[in-house]
């Protein structure tokens, strides 16, 4: 299976790719924002695909041609305003999906936020109420496509170390996980058909991640 990482440069992005390059039944194409960030990816031996989320519909799908799945993981970023967080993590989100069908791809795993209901928009405070009012529409773009799509809900990320165990399901108790146990959440996710079509929550727990994703 060869997977377009969209936002490879970003944290999670970068474990994926690593994770993916280790698997023999995996290979990564990192799309990235700038040549200069190509080095990484190169060293793991990774394909790079030079893209900004804000360009063109057809020039995302030239990124995605020849691949068997995509799996979206940029975002805004904290330090910019609702403007990029449209752009990014709605616009190029819907961008995204545009292109994967224009490719011809039917696997689209996307990387939300813990909770994109209309009632966390209204719940959420001024600054953050713009990210998860675009993370809310752009999975309901996604669910209203004919994409073999899954929606994975990440609860607060951090940098610790992985512990290759999560509590998965439609709905948990917010808490942490570390961002290298989503890249390895993900790709678990990959292996797994049975999580298509689906969205689930996920926080650090006591289920090996494998056994977690499969009980989705």
Do not use: C, W
Request: no cysteine.
């Amino acid at each position: 299976m060869k997977v377009l990482v969209v936002g490879a440069n970003g944290q999670i992005g970068k474990h994926l790719v690593s994770f993916i390059q280790d698997r023999d039944n995996m290979k990564a194409k990192a799309m990235i924002r700038k040549q200069e960030q190509a080095s990484f990816f190169e060293k793991l031996g990774a394909e790079t695909a030079v893209v900004d989320l804000e360009d063109d519909i057809e020039t995302i799908a030239k990124a995605a041609e020849g691949v068997d799945a995509v799996v979206f993981t940029a975002g805004s970023g904290p330090n910019t305003g609702p403007d990029k967080t449209i752009l990014i993590d709605l616009d190029g989100a819907v961008k995204t999906m545009e292109a994967a069908k224009a490719a011809g791809v039917k696997r689209f795993v996307m990387i939300s936020s813990f909770d994109t209901r209309r009632e966390a928009i209204l719940a959420a405070n001024s600054s953050f109420a713009p990210y998860v009012a675009a993370k809310h529409y752009a999975d309901e773009r996604l669910q209203a496509t004919d994409l073999d799509y899954t929606i994975i809900h990440p609860g607060k990320l951090t940098n610790d170390r992985g512990t290759g165990q999560v509590e998965a399901a439609i709905e948990v108790e917010r808490g942490e996980i570390p961002r290298e146990d989503v890249a390895s959440v993900i790709v678990a996710t990959l292996e797994n058909d049975s999580t298509i079509s689906k969205e689930y929550q996920v926080v650090g727990g006591t289920n090996p991640i494998q056994e977690a994703v499969k009980s989705i």
